[in-house]
């Protein structure tokens, strides 16, 4: 890809600092999303958080298949862009890492206030510790996950979607667009195990509004 920020411009974009966008998106937004978002939804919804934490982690998993959809759309223009003996710029890659940095700031947020308002206080730290332990455990499956699509896209004699470090001879669209149904899969299944899920007597809004008595039990996903 271009690296180039601008046409003429002798500044090249370091392709590794794009994944310090999530990050700036959540330095950004988060503020906004606390004096903004959240008195907004708290007129509309009644709820002193805006939506509850479940919610919050809801919206963050249905996003993150978007960001994965986006991905999908733009590797295969930069497949065809490239095929034809041309070259896309990689300003081309950071709409994905926008919307990825929005599912995280919904995600992990909600996550935290999930533990923090439900959890009892000996297990708050434990939980946290165990939700960042899952980063690792991810990583280890995602490393399976690629093995596994090249063995099973490589029978029959085909050409692996990752087989090669060519990325205009690999599929590396196919695997995102399999990555955004993997996604689409994961959110029902959490619409599911949200509908499930009963909290006790304190609800998450309570804990979140100093104690008070919550308006719903905080499980209110749909």
Not at 73 to 84: G, I, K
Request: aromatic share 12%; hydrophobic share 50%; proline share 4%.
């Amino acid at each position: 890809m271009d690296t180039q920020l601008l046409p003429g411009s002798s500044f090249r974009i370091p392709p590794a600092s794009l994944q310090a966008i999530p990050y700036a998106v959540l330095l950004a937004l988060v503020p906004a999303y606390e004096f903004l978002f959240v008195p907004l939804m708290r007129r509309l919804t009644g709820t002193p958080r805006g939506i509850t934490p479940l919610q919050r982690v809801g919206v963050g998993l249905c996003v993150v298949a978007l960001s994965m959809a986006a991905a999908a759309a733009v590797e295969r223009r930069r497949r065809d862009v490239s095929v034809a003996g041309g070259r896309l710029s990689v300003l081309w890659l950071v709409p994905q890492f926008l919307v990825f940095g929005v599912s995280e700031m919904f995600t992990n947020v909600g996550i935290m206030e999930f533990f923090y308002g439900q959890a009892s206080a000996g297990m708050q730290a434990f939980l946290m510790a165990l939700f960042y332990c899952s980063f690792s455990f991810g990583f280890y499956l995602s490393s399976v996950l690629v093995s596994l699509v090249n063995m099973v896209t490589k029978r029959r004699g085909r050409r692996g979607w990752l087989g090669d470090n060519d990325l205009d001879k690999d599929r590396l669209d196919l695997f995102y667009w399999m990555l955004t149904v993997l996604s689409v899969i994961n959110f029902f299944c959490y619409l599911l195990c949200a509908r499930w899920y009963n909290s006790g007597a304190q609800g998450s809004d309570a804990a979140a509004s100093g104690g008070a008595a919550a308006d719903g039990d905080g499980k209110d996903i749909v």
